[in-house]
C-alpha cells in the first residue's frame, strides 16, 4: 500500500529553518512526480514546491521562492523541502504529494497520493 510520511516539522524562530523530509513507499518512485503543500488553520491548502521526476524541473511559489529548496532523492525514495529564513507566515501543516502526471502540478488536482502532513510553526 501507498505510504507518504512526512517529518522534520517543529517550532522555530522567525528567521531560523527546517528541513521537511516525506518517505514514500509502496510506489514506484522513479516515476512520480512529488510536490508540498501546506494548510494554515481556516484557509485552504496551497500549494508550496514542487519537483518532476529526476529532478528535471522544479517549481516554487511565489511567497517562497529564494527561501524553500526541494529536493528529491530517488535511491532512498525521498523527498526534502529546505525551509530557510522562515516566516511567522510560514507557520502550517505541511504535506507531501505524488503525482503520476507532470501536469498542473501547482494546482493539486493532478496528485493521486497524500500524506498525514507535519506541523511546522514559526515565531516572531
Known amino acids: 500500500q501507498v505510504q507518504l510520511v512526512e517529518s522534520g516539522g517543529g517550532l522555530v524562530q522567525a528567521g531560523g529553518s527546517l528541513r521537511l523530509s516525506c518517505a514514500a513507499s509502496?510506489?514506484?518512485?522513479?516515476?512520480?512526480?512529488m510536490g508540498w503543500f501546506r494548510q494554515a488553520p481556516g484557509k485552504e491548502r496551497e500549494f508550496v514546491s514542487a519537483?518532476?521526476?529526476?529532478?528535471?524541473?522544479?517549481y516554487y511559489a511565489d511567497s517562497v521562492k529564494g527561501r524553500f529548496t526541494i529536493s528529491r532523492d530517488n535511491a532512498k525514495n525521498m523527498v526534502y523541502l529546505q525551509m530557510n529564513s522562515l516566516k511567522p507566515e510560514d507557520t502550517a501543516v505541511y504535506y507531501c504529494?505524488?503525482?503520476?502526471?507532470?501536469?498542473?502540478?501547482?494546482?493539486?488536482?493532478?496528485?493521486?497520493?497524500w500524506g498525514q502532513g507535519t506541523q511546522v510553526t514559526v515565531s516572531s
Open positions: 504529494a505524488a503525482a503520476r502526471y507532470y501536469n498542473d502540478l501547482l494546482s493539486g488536482t493532478r496528485y493521486d497520493y
Open positions: 509502496g510506489m514506484p518512485f522513479i516515476i512520480y512526480n
Open positions: 519537483i518532476t521526476r529526476s529532478s528535471t524541473s522544479t
